[in-house]
Every structure is written in C-alpha cells, then in structure tokens.
C-alpha cells in the first residue's frame, strides 16, 4: 500500500492519492472488520414485509457489501413477478436456492407477466405459492402448474371473487398431483378433486367457503386420515351435510386448534373425529333455532379433554354471543349467533342439556335476565361451582338472587359449595346498592354456607355502613373502585 502511494504522489496523482486515503480509512472502520459471513445473516433478523426493499439499498453501500448480499441466494428468493428485470435479476441471484411466489391478481394478469417465463424452470425451486385474484385470473395461473414441485411446503389459492361459487375446479394435474412436502394448505371457493392422500408432511389445513355439495363427510375424514401430522385445521363454511361414515372414527393425534365456523351443525364432522387432549375447539355457529348440543359430537367422548368441563364462560351480549368450556387439559370455545334479545336465556338453557355437575369456574358477561328462573335452573346441576363471576351484567341483583337459598318447599340450595363471588360492574353504573349481595351472603350464612369472599370491582358502593353489613356474613369482603 505504502509504495502505491509513492508511486501516486511521483506522478502527482492527486485523485488517486485521495481515493487510496477513502479505500484505507474504509477498511479501517470498525464496520468493516465484521467477517463476510457474518454481515451477510443481517437481513435474516428484519421484518419480512420490509425486507425486499432493504437488501437491495444493502447492495448500494459499497462494492464489498454488493459482492457479501448478492453471493448469497437465499436474499433473492421472494418473487412478486410485478417487474419483468427486477424478476430476472432476482430469479439470477437466487441460484438453486427455493423460492418463494406470490401473486396478487387484483390488477389482472396477462401473458408478458414475468410468471409465465419464470415458471417452467422455477417449479421444481418452488417452495411456497400464494395467489390471489379475481376467478377467471387465478384459472389462468394454476393451468400453468402442471409440473411436480418436489420442495413444495406452503400452498394459497384463494379466487378473491368467487365465494360460495367453487367455479374454479383444482384436478390432479396440478403439479402432477404430486403435494407430499406440502406443510400449510389454504384452500377458498375451490371445488377440489387434488388427490386427498400423500399429505405425511402436512400440518396446517384450511377449507373455506366450499359448498356442502361439494365436499362429503367421507372426502374429509380421508383426508384427516392421510395427514397424520396434522395440527391446525380451519373450517369455514365448509363442513358437508351428507356422507356421514357410520361408526367411523379418525384420531388427529397431533392437533392442537380446529375452527370451525358454519351454518351447518358442526356435529355431522365431529361425531367422527377423536379430539386429543390439550387440543382447542372453536366453533362459530347459528343458535337461531338449536341448542349448543348439535353444535357438539353425540358422544362427548370424542373430546378426549373434556371428560369433565371445569370452566363455562357465557358472554350472552346479543352483538356477539360465546360460551367457552374448558376442562384443565384443554378447552371448547364457542360463538353462538343469534338476533334474539333474549340470548342469555337461550344460553342458559342450553347449558341444561350438558352435564355441568362438575364444574367449578362460571363466568357471566354482559348477561341480562328478566327473572332469576333461567339462572337457577342452570346453576341446580353445578354442585361443585367454586367461583361464580358475573361481569358487566345487566341488573346484577337478580343474577345475584338466583344464588339465595329457594324458599320453595324442596329447600334446595344451589351451588352449595361456592366459595367466592366476583362482581365486575359496569363502567356506566355510578352507584351501586349491594342490598341484594347482603341478603344473599346472609340467606347462604345463617345455612351454614358462608361465603369465603366477595369481590367487587368497579362502580361506587353507596355507603360504607353497606360494606360493613356485608362483612358481617362473608369471611373475605374486597372492593376495588377501578377495575
């Protein structure tokens, strides 16, 4: 280095003086000293969505960074085929390494799109495929996917404008039928005829907005079946209402989340499947005219974590109705939609048909009852309730009498073995009598059931003398203005 400088200060080079001095003091700064393979790993600890536009302002720093980011294949491998030389240049640098596609056809597409030239030599790179687009646009691509895709792990088809329609029609002949590696599978508004076996790999699975004609309780459960591994399946309108397997049973061994949302009874789909242990169950559905039983297997063995339910979570708001079972090992959770008013009456009386004597956390939200009867019905068969909360509930003091020994002639007294009361008020409510609380804790007491605690939370009690009555028949008295 010393003797090029020489040699550029005897020829009185004073530019090139200069560009040795920039060269040197590059090469000295601590940025600089970071070995190759190291500063090459800085865009793996980005955010995907930006990461595109990032390695290429990466490339313009310096000629030693250019050579670091585009030697490495991997930085090069997401494709939008929206630019016909950025496509080239990518497909260049990327190698043999897989790649990644994903279409968005909201523009249309035509036949100078760049896919159309990368496609015959990049399926067999192909590692992940998302498209997305107006029907008619979506069937052009997927004629052109007609090779085996040997590194194929995720799949997305999704015909933007074709809902409920499955006019588009997926065959064998996509990529020759050949979807072994695959690992998620996203499927809407398609009417499939893909092959359901050599799915060993698969983990992921949803179907969405597939008419019931279109698919049989049979199709699913070898597909189930077929795909071992299994551990995330959403079904959205898509569950069949014909092809039920008499006595047949499909273990999902490895699942840990199934959703469900549809019109249909998801018990025509869940009277075959064996839910494991640990697993979750999320069920939308219509209450318009049925009871959480249908929505449920005839056997509730299936559920191999809900031998017993230990928690029920009711949110009766007319808006957006759920009922949540839960049982220590795993849990159920169920939106229920209904236009009636009276949803927590409907809620309630759903609950009879389940066997709930061995529950011991009932939480109430937002609920809103005319009369105590619905309420006491519900709670007659929970002989082991612990924790009763009642959250954000419309006129609280009758869901709170529906816990006061009966004065009827059977002298029953629900839930005789709660211990703790949690009432949550509403924001709205600035004051707060908690005479029905007193005749309740007082009514339990002087029948030997004394409650270990009374949580209040929210809203303002109208006078302190109230708090202190109230200690006088619960062991335990919180109160907390804020929530």
Avoid at 32 to 59: G, H, M, S, Y
Avoid at 435 to 440: A, C, F, G, L, P
């Amino acid at each position: 280095m010393r003797d090029i400088f020489q040699i550029a200060i005897l020829e009185k080079d004073v530019f090139e003086v200069l560009r040795l001095i920039r060269v040197r003091k590059n090469m000295l700064a601590p940025i600089n000293k970071i070995p190759p393979e190291i500063l090459a790993l800085i865009p793996d600890f980005w955010d995907t969505c930006v990461r595109d536009q990032d390695v290429i302002a990466l490339t313009h720093v310096c000629r030693a960074w250019r050579e670091v980011f585009v030697s490495r294949s991997s930085l090069w491998t997401n494709f939008d085929c929206l630019d016909e030389e950025k496509t080239r240049v990518y497909f260049e640098r990327s190698k043999s390494s897989p790649i990644n596609l994903s279409l968005d056809l909201s523009e249309g597409i035509s036949f100078r799109n760049p896919f159309f030239q990368i496609i015959p030599l990049a399926t067999g790179r192909l590692r992940s495929l998302f498209v997305e687009g107006p029907l008619e646009d979506v069937e052009v691509v997927t004629s052109h996917l007609s090779h085996p895709v040997p590194l194929l792990e995720h799949l997305s088809i999704l015909p933007g404008d074709g809902y409920m329609s499955c006019e588009l029609v997926l065959t064998s002949a996509l990529f020759d039928g050949g979807l072994s590696s695959l690992r998620t599978l996203c499927l809407e508004s398609v009417h499939t005829q893909l092959p359901w076996r050599n799915m060993v790999n698969l983990t992921s699975f949803a179907l969405r907005h597939t008419p019931p004609r279109m698919v049989s309780v049979g199709q699913l459960l070898d597909f189930f079946e077929n795909a071992p591994y299994l551990e995330e399946v959403e079904l959205c309108f898509a569950i069949p209402t014909s092809g039920a397997q008499n006595g047949r049973l499909v273990l999902l061994a490895c699942l840990k989340r199934m959703h469900i949302e549809d019109e249909t009874p998801a018990s025509v789909l869940l009277d075959h499947l064996l839910i494991p242990a640990g697993a979750k169950l999320e069920i939308t559905a219509d209450l318009f005219s049925s009871l959480v039983r249908v929505h449920l297997p005839r056997s509730l063995d299936n559920l191999k974590n809900f031998s017993d339910f230990t928690t029920i979570e009711l949110h009766p708001d007319k808006y957006y109705p759920c009922v949540k079972f839960s049982e220590p090992n795993g849990q159920v959770n169920m939106t229920l939609r209904t236009s009636r008013h009276d949803s927590t009456n409907l809620t309630l009386e759903s609950l009879a048909e389940l066997d709930t004597s061995r529950t011991e956390r009932l939480e109430i939200y937002h609920g809103y009852l005319l009369s105590r009867e619905p309420l006491y019905q519900a709670l007659l068969p929970m002989k082991d309730l612990r924790t009763l909360t009642l959250s954000k509930c419309r006129s609280p003091h009758i869901l709170i009498h529906a816990l006061q020994p009966t004065t009827s002639s059977s002298k029953v007294m629900v839930c005789p073995r709660l211990e703790e009361l949690v009432l949550v008020l509403d924001p709205h409510e600035k004051m707060y009598h908690i005479t029905s609380v007193i005749e309740m804790a007082a009514a339990r007491a002087s029948r030997g059931e004394k409650l270990r605690t009374v949580r209040i939370v929210g809203g303002c009690i109208t006078t302190n003398l109230s708090m202190s009555e109230l200690r006088n028949h619960v062991w335990n008295v919180e109160y907390s203005p804020r929530d």
